[in-house]
């Protein structure tokens, strides 16, 4: 098994740019959850999912959308890329919410906006 | 919003030294987590706390959760090299959502 798979490793988009960011996952998990990480901020959930065609909302949402067609894929997507959007993203999933402690974390993106 | 305080934010120790850090919050939390993260990997799940007062080891790892569920410490004995990376915590709230600290880095000088 694979895990949990992001790609790409590291982009650098110019402000005003749009990309989807990748994730898959092989382990038929229910959950799967979009987080970023800022230098001396931890981890801030962005988007959770807790089944095909079922998304909502975390902690900082804005200028983040999210689609999940299938339960292997969760993509994130920046539409109107800024500069506050540079950071480190993380795909993880879980079996299930109440032991979602049990997440499993893919290798993140490295993502600049310049 | 609900806030884990995290310290220290970071850690300089000789190879052999002990570790303790510590996570502090104004909220109850029903679990605490412990995660490392290796440089340019996610976080990895260490220990995980389900009850007030509980002492967890996992090898040279202890973790415990607060008596009054505000707090978690983590311990590690006689580090290594490889003990190098940051160390979150994580508070679980209803609705099994994850809080979490803002990361403790640990250097360890061989």
């Known amino acids: 098994n694979a895990g949990v798979t992001q790609t790409p490793k590291f982009r650098i988009l110019k402000i005003g740019q749009s990309m989807t960011l990748q994730c898959t996952q092989d382990?038929?998990?229910?959950?799967m959850y979009w987080y970023r990480q800022d230098p001396g901020m931890g981890l801030k959930l962005i988007y959770y999912s807790v089944g095909a065609g079922i998304t909502d909302k975390g902690e900082v949402p804005n200028g983040y959308n999210v689609s999940r067609s299938t339960t292997e894929d969760f993509p994130l997507r920046l539409e109107l890329a800024a500069p506050s959007q540079t950071s480190v993203y993380f795909c993880?999933?879980?079996?299930?919410?109440?032991?979602?402690?049990?997440?499993?974390f893919g290798s993140g993106t490295q993502l600049s906006v310049l | 919003g609900q806030q884990l305080n995290q310290s220290p934010q970071s850690m300089f120790i000789q190879e052999g030294e002990d570790v303790s850090m510590n996570c502090t919050s104004s909220?109850?939390?029903?679990?605490w987590l412990w995660y490392k993260q290796d440089p340019g990997e996610g976080p990895v799940l260490l220990i995980a706390l389900y009850k007030a007062g509980e002492l967890t080891s996992n090898g040279r790892l202890t973790a415990q959760f607060g008596i009054t569920r505000k707090d978690s410490f983590l311990n590690i004995s006689a580090s290594i090299p490889s003990d190098v990376g940051i160390y979150f915590c994580?508070?679980?709230?209803?609705?099994?959502?994850?809080?979490f600290g803002q990361g403790t880095e640990l250097s360890v000088k061989p």
């Open positions: 382990m038929n998990h229910n959950y």
């Open positions: 993880a999933s879980s079996s299930r919410r109440t032991t979602n402690e049990k997440l499993f």
């Open positions: 994580a508070g679980q709230i209803e609705g099994g959502k994850l809080i």
């Open positions: 909220s109850i939390f029903n679990t």
